[in-house]
C-alpha cells in the first residue's frame, strides 16, 4: 500500500528524468510512496533516451531543459526507436511553444512543476492510461495550432478512412481532439473499456503510436474535429 493510504495503481512503471538531483529525487519518492514503481532517473537527455529504451517504463516524466539533448529531442528519439512508453512532460515553462515542440514530438502531456502533488500523481495515472493531461488552457493551445496547420495545408477533405469503422472514425475525431477516454465514453454513451478498445484498434489500423499522429492523421483526411471545450 502507498505509505499516504490512497488507492495504488495498478503496477504503473515510471522513468524520471531531471536535471536537478533535489527536485528529481522528490518527484521519485512521491512516485515511489504512491505505489508507482520507479524503475531509473536520468539527469540528462542522453541518459533518459537510453534508460527509458532499457527499461521500457508506462510513462516517463520528462523535464524539457536537460543537457545534452532537449526534452522535445528525447521525445524524438524515443518515438524514432518505437519505445511505446508514453511521455508527460513536467516542466517550469508554460512557454506555448515549449509545448507545442514537445507535444508535436510525441509527448501525450504537459504539466508545468507548479501543479500539486495530487494532480500530478493523477497526471501520471492518466498519462498510463493513454488519455493526454494539459495544465489548464494548454489542450486549447494544441487543437489551435492543429486547426492552424490545416488551414494553412488545405488538407483532403474528399478523402473518407477506409480503414476505419463508422465508430472508430467518430471516436477519432473526439480522440484528435484532445479528449480523455472517459469523457468520449460519457459523449457517446460507451463503457471506458469499450473506447479503449476502439482506440487500440485505431492504432493497429493506422499504424499509428500517439495522439499527435491520430490528431494530424484527422486533419489531414479533413474530418471535422469539434472544440471539446465548446457549447453546443
Not at 74 to 98: F, K, N, T, Y
Not at 189 to 212: A, C, D, Y
Amino acid at each position: 500500500m502507498p505509505q499516504d493510504g490512497s488507492t495504488p495503481p495498478e503496477h504503473i512503471s515510471v522513468v524520471v528524468a531531471d536535471d536537478h538531483p533535489m527536485w528529481r529525487d522528490a518527484v521519485a519518492r512521491d512516485l515511489a510512496a504512491a505505489g508507482f514503481e520507479v524503475l531509473a532517473t536520468a539527469d540528462d537527455g542522453r541518459s533518459a533516451v537510453a534508460r527509458t529504451r532499457a527499461t521500457v517504463p508506462d510513462v516517463l516524466v520528462l523535464d524539457l531543459n536537460l543537457p545534452g539533448l532537449s526534452g522535445a529531442e528525447v521525445c524524438a528519439a524515443l518515438a524514432e526507436a518505437r519505445v511505446p512508453s508514453r511521455i508527460l512532460i513536467l516542466s517550469a515553462s508554460g512557454d506555448h511553444q515549449d509545448v507545442l515542440d514537445a507535444v508535436k514530438a510525441g509527448a501525450l502531456g504537459y504539466l508545468v512543476k507548479s501543479a500539486g502533488r495530487e494532480e500530478f500523481l493523477a497526471a501520471v495515472r492518466a498519462t498510463a492510461a493513454g488519455e493526454p493531461v494539459f495544465t489548464a488552457g494548454l489542450a486549447g493551445l494544441v487543437l489551435g495550432e492543429f486547426r492552424r496547420v490545416k488551414a494553412a495545408g488545405g488538407g483532403t477533405p474528399e478523402r473518407p478512412v477506409p480503414e476505419l469503422t463508422d465508430r472508430e472514425t467518430e471516436i477519432l475525431k473526439y480522440v484528435a481532439t484532445g479528449m480523455g477516454y472517459k469523457e468520449i465514453a460519457a459523449t457517446l454513451f460507451l463503457s471506458h473499456r469499450t473506447v479503449q478498445n476502439h482506440v487500440q484498434n485505431i492504432f493497429g489500423k493506422l499504424q499509428m503510436h500517439n495522439r499527435v499522429e491520430l490528431a494530424r492523421f484527422a486533419m489531414e483526411r479533413g474530418l471535422d474535429l469539434a472544440d471539446p471545450t465548446s457549447p453546443a
